[in-house]
């Protein structure tokens, strides 16, 4: 009369998949945050020009995006897709993060940029990931 259904739960795989990815996220989102302060008092301090703010915040979110990827790609398949994901994730959570830390959320062509180059980055560390390690 019942038909017995199985609850469907996650591999084992998959759980590992899921804990790399948010220590890959924690890692970067950290690694920014550090980052971040510390150009803000180097700002601070020394007479440095407003056009090195998108390079260095570009090399940052670069630095971030590449050990997060690290972290979180693993096995021996999927490396691309892994680290698209991770990428668009990393823009995502960051854009959120920084965003209420400075009440302001800004959607604008370097969101989009960003997110270009997040998810170019992660495949190409995802690729060389599962190829190489």
Known sequence: MFAHFKSKSISDENKNLIFA???GLLAALLISFALIVVFAFILKCFNIS???IV???L???GISVFVGSMIA???KNKGLVKGVVFGAIYV???FLVFGIIAANFTFDFGLILDFAFACLLGALV???KVNKF
Do not use: E, M, S
């Open 73 to 75: 790609v693993n096995g």
């Open 50 to 52: 407003d056009v090195a």
């Open 21 to 23: 990815f948010v220590k």
């Open 92 to 94: 995502l959570l960051a």
């Open 126 to 128: 995802g690729i060389v």
């Open 59 to 61: 090399l940052i979110k």
């Open 55 to 57: 390079p260095v915040t």
